[in-house]
């Protein structure tokens, strides 16, 4: 790597490796060692190829992601390991409760490490990176139904495990509608009554 290239790469790395972190937290379950190593060995392959790649964030992304992946598949046998400590708190959500928030970040670090590697993986890639289906569904080498399915199932396990989610909210009742018309949403007390056994 020539004189010009490393101080690009070093350039990118201080300035993008914060919100890189961030997101091998999350992909890993909040495991700080490990999002590091994740980090670590995906701007490792960058700075290797560094002079080739047209969009170096997306590049390192795109590594998180599969090397993920790789980590989960390995683990299918041992399970995953869940960690004690919840992911260092973010800023807070434009001007809110300081308290809320990190009750939030607290109920979602817990709510995430229940689910498994592939199923906290998709989430993270729908919602906290904001992909469309077909680019989540390319990433991982998968079909975009299974993205569907995968995301779906691991929204209604979250649900189920964590009911305490239902009542925290980043913006006020009513102005923000998660699912579009017509998904199911989570059942509310008065439908448990009419159901008969």
């Keep these: 790597m020539d004189a010009a290239s490393e101080a690009g790469f070093h350039e990118f790395v201080e300035s993008r490796s914060g919100v890189l972190f961030r997101t091998a937290?999350?992909?890993?379950?909040?495991?700080?060692?490990?999002a590091e190593d994740l980090l670590q060995n995906a701007l490792i392959k960058a700075a290797?190829?560094?002079q080739r790649i047209d969009e170096p964030e997306a590049y390192?992304?795109?590594v998180l992601y599969r090397q993920q992946i790789s980590r989960w598949r390995?683990?299918?046998?041992s399970r995953e390991q869940v960690v004690a400590e919840p992911p260092e708190p973010g800023?807070?959500?434009?001007?809110?409760?300081?308290?809320?928030?990190?009750?939030?970040?607290?109920?979602?670090?817990r709510a995430l490490r229940r689910l498994t590697t592939r199923q906290r993986t998709m989430l993270v890639l729908r919602y906290y990176e904001d992909l469309p289906e077909a680019e989540v569904a390319a990433l991982l080498g998968c079909s975009v139904g299974t993205v569907r399915s995968t995301t779906r199932r691991s929204l209604d396990k979250l649900r189920a495990m964590s009911p305490e989610l239902a009542s925290l909210t980043l913006a006020p009742p009513?102005?923000?509608?998660p699912d579009p018309p017509g998904t199911p949403g989570p059942v509310r007390e008065e439908q448990l009554t009419e159901v008969k056994p």
Excluded: C, F, K
């Excluded at 390995?74 to 046998?77: P, V």
């Design 174 to 177: 009513g102005t923000l509608d």
């Design 60 to 62: 390192v992304r795109q």
């Design 74 to 77: 390995l683990r299918w046998r």
């Design 25 to 34: 937290l999350l992909l890993s379950g909040g495991d700080r060692p490990a």
């Design 91 to 109: 800023r807070s959500a434009a001007g809110g409760d300081p308290a809320h928030d990190a009750e939030l970040r607290i109920v979602m670090a």
């Design 48 to 50: 290797g190829r560094w």
